[in-house]
C-alpha cells in the first residue's frame, strides 16, 4: 500500500472515531451516570483521536503536497478540512477534555 494513501486512511479513520467516540461518550456520559467506567473511556479515546488526528491530518496533507505526480486535489481538500476542523474541535473541547483525571480508574 502506499505510504500516502495509508495516511489519509489512518487520518480518516482517527477522525471518524474521535467524532464518533466523544457524541457517544458524552450522551452516554450525559444521560446514564451508571455506565461511568464504560463511557468514560469512550469519551476519552475520543478525545485521544481528536489529538491525534490533527498531525496525522497535517502529515497527510504535506505528504500528498510533495509527492510526485501531486495527490489528487479531494483527498488535499479532506485532509484540509479534517485538520481544521481537528483544531477548532480542541479549541472548543479543550476545558473539558480529561475531566475526570487522565484515565479513568
Not at 456520559?29 to 461511568?36: I, N, P, Q, V
Not at 505528504?63 to 480542541?90: D, K, N
Amino acid at each position: 500500500m502506499n505510504k500516502i494513501l495509508c495516511l489519509n486512511l489512518m487520518s480518516t479513520f482517527l477522525a471518524t472515531l474521535a467524532i464518533f467516540a466523544t457524541i457517544l461518550g458524552g450522551v452516554v456520559l450525559a444521560f446514564d451516570k451508571s455506565l461511568w467506567p464504560l463511557d468514560g473511556q469512550v469519551l476519552y479515546i475520543g478525545h485521544i483521536s481528536h489529538v491525534l488526528v490533527i498531525p496525522t491530518s497535517m502529515v497527510a496533507f504535506i505528504e500528498g503536497y510533495r509527492a510526485t505526480p501531486r495527490l489528487q486535489a479531494a483527498w488535499l481538500a479532506a485532509q484540509g478540512t479534517i485538520f481544521v476542523l481537528s483544531l477548532t474541535a480542541i479549541i472548543l473541547i479543550g476545558p473539558g477534555m480529561f475531566n475526570y483525571g487522565w484515565w479513568p480508574s
